[in-house]
């Protein structure tokens, strides 16, 4: 095979550049893609335009594991899409919120609501801000705070569930990268393997009770605090949370109990016979969101009298939702095959040669996906990017791939809840109404404890591999938060 040395390199970091200029993913893994089988093809661009889909975008979208992955993320959105209209996920939101009588007990209710919603990181913000942006002014608490809590209970929740919709994007993400590295592993054995090590979202998460237990603020979101006391005007609850708060359960329980049911079936099946592989987690993931459409429609025929075409147009509408995450996937996949081909990998391992100790190369990665994610707004796109070109370097330098792939998670989640152009930010913002550049200054400080805290997780790593490090790194996590808290909150 020929040798294209630092040609090899141009795909993907045109990729990150213009991710960071741009800002759009999806222009940036085309143009990136088209580069590098422009390079394959002898610059000749009729011959790379047509081999780009052909050799690597419509084989990578017609492999079974693929096809597979975008099918079932659709179907996740239609779902999503069908519990929205239900009144299922506010139902859900809305059981959280008893006896709530104190600034404390308000913002801890806050965040289990937000642990609840986890079928979505941009639902979670958009359900549960709005339902307790009443109980927060009548509790006098900022609503920056409240930003900050569906913020992190959002993207950090979401990814650590092994059947929500992203995690059928990252091990898609997987399969393919050690597909093109000729290693063989199941995709959802090597996730769970990932999951003890997502340090900021774990951190993350247990920094908001940590936080909120001290009673106080510090920073920026004590000073908006202080200044929401003093503006504060009295203003009359906003319409609807009793209706809410009445709703039946069961507009939710009956979805999530088929989907439960028949998931466990089907993986309990497996996992008594022949032993639960890929295949059948996906297998399992679309029929169990399909019965579960099934029975919100249901739902909403008997509640508000929606017929089952109208449910299934919803259902189709909530799919083409996430076109854009399908669009992501074919490039990422047909930029990891053109990075193979052009042996990315191998060049850039020879560049960091003996200057890195692999132990310490996640720690490097973690930097990346950071800077990467908080440049362009996206963990989704940083995600396909890093682990269709880091993964074949760690694995040429011997690097732990379990580690890497949880520092491409961990960083590109630090950098997107904390960038002012993320969606899932943006979302917080208007989910509490809050003025955008106010939840952005606020939250930064918390964030950068879990990010912080998160790198010292992979310094500890690099010394002694367990998964107990981040049990460690949430007990000094809490000790760190009451220092500061004691030192500068109030």
Same mark, same amino acid.
């Given at each position: 095979m020929e040798s294209y040395g630092f040609l090899s390199v141009i795909p993907p970091v045109l990729s990150v550049f213009l991710a960071v200029y741009t800002r759009n993913i999806i222009l940036s893994l085309a143009v990136g893609a088209l580069s590098g089988t422009l390079i394959l093809n002898a610059y000749n661009p009729f011959f790379a335009t047509v081999s780009l889909m052909r050799d690597h975008v419509f084989v990578q979208v017609a492999s079974p594991s693929n096809s597979q992955v975008i099918l079932i993320t659709m179907i996740i959105g239609g779902f999503v899409r069908m519990l929205e209209e239900s009144g299922g996920a506010k139902a859900f939101s809305a059981a959280m919120v008893k006896f709530v009588s104190s600034p404390r007990k308000g913002q801890l209710a806050t965040w289990m609501a937000g642990i609840s919603v986890f079928f979505s990181d941009t639902a979670n913000s958009l359900i549960v801000g709005p339902l307790f942006r009443p109980v927060f002014r009548e509790l006098k608490v900022c609503r920056e705070k409240l930003a900050y809590i569906i913020d992190t209970t959002a993207a950090p929740v979401v990814i650590l569930i092994p059947f929500a919709s992203w995690a059928v994007y990252i091990m898609s993400l997987i399969e393919n990268a050690y597909s093109n590295m000729g290693i063989s592993g199941e995709p959802f054995e090597v996730l769970l393997s990932v999951w003890p090590y997502q340090f900021y979202a774990f951190?993350?998460?247990?920094? &908001?009770?940590?936080?909120?237990?001290?009673?106080?603020?510090?920073?920026?979101?004590?000073? %908006?605090? #202080?200044?929401?006391?003093?503006? @504060?005007?009295?203003?009359?609850s906003e319409p609807g949370r009793k209706e809410e708060d009445n709703q039946s359960l069961l507009i939710v329980i009956l979805p999530f109990a088929i989907m439960i049911v028949t998931l466990a079936s089907i993986l309990g099946y497996y996992a008594a016979t022949e032993g639960v592989k890929s295949v059948h987690v996906n297998a399992g993931l679309c029929l169990s969101y399909i019965f579960s459409s099934m029975g919100c429609a249901y739902i909403m025929k008997r509640n508000q009298g929606t017929s089952f075409d109208e449910s299934m147009t919803l259902f189709f509408k909530g799919m083409g939702n996430l076109i854009s995450v399908?669009?992501?996937?074919? *490039?990422?996949?047909?930029?990891?095959?053109?990075?193979?081909? *052009?042996?990315?990998?191998?060049?850039?391992?020879?560049?960091? $040669?003996?200057?890195?100790?692999?132990?310490?190369?996640?720690?490097?990665?973690?930097?990346? $996906?950071?800077?990467?994610?908080?440049?362009? $707004?996206?963990?989704?796109?940083?995600?396909?990017?890093?682990?269709?070109?880091?993964?074949? &370097?760690?694995?040429?330098?011997?690097?732990?791939?379990? *580690?890497?792939? %949880?520092?491409?998670?961990?960083g590109g989640l630090f950098g997107d809840h904390t960038s002012p152009i993320s969606d899932t930010t943006v979302l917080a913002s208007m989910g509490?109404?809050?003025?955008?550049?106010?939840? &952005?200054?606020? @939250?930064?400080?918390?964030?950068?404890?879990?990010? &912080?805290?998160?790198?010292?997780?992979?310094?500890?790593?690099?010394?002694?591999?367990?998964?107990?490090?981040?049990?460690?790194?949430? *007990?000094? @996590?809490?000790?760190?938060?009451? #220092?500061l808290m004691y030192r500068y909150g109030r």
């Open positions: 951190l993350a998460l247990f920094a &908001v009770p940590m936080i909120i237990s001290t009673g106080k603020d510090f920073g920026p979101m004590a000073r %908006a605090q #202080a200044e929401y006391l003093k503006e @504060q005007q009295s203003t009359s399908c669009a992501i996937l074919a *490039l990422a996949w047909a930029l990891s095959s053109i990075c193979r081909e *052009l042996e990315t990998g191998q060049y850039l391992a020879t560049l960091v $040669g003996d200057n890195l100790d692999p132990k310490f190369f996640p720690i490097v990665v973690f930097f990346i $996906g950071a800077m990467m994610s908080f440049a362009t $707004g996206s963990s989704f796109g940083t995600f396909a990017i890093l682990v269709a070109t880091t993964l074949p &370097v760690a694995h040429i330098l011997n690097a732990d791939l379990v *580690l890497t792939i %949880a520092a491409i998670l961990s509490a109404d809050c003025p955008h550049i106010n939840h &952005v200054s606020t @939250q930064f400080p918390y964030a950068l404890i879990a990010g &912080v805290a998160t790198i010292c997780s992979f310094f500890l790593l690099a010394i002694y591999q367990t998964p107990y490090v981040v049990l460690i790194m949430i *007990l000094l @996590q809490y000790f760190a938060i009451r #220092a």
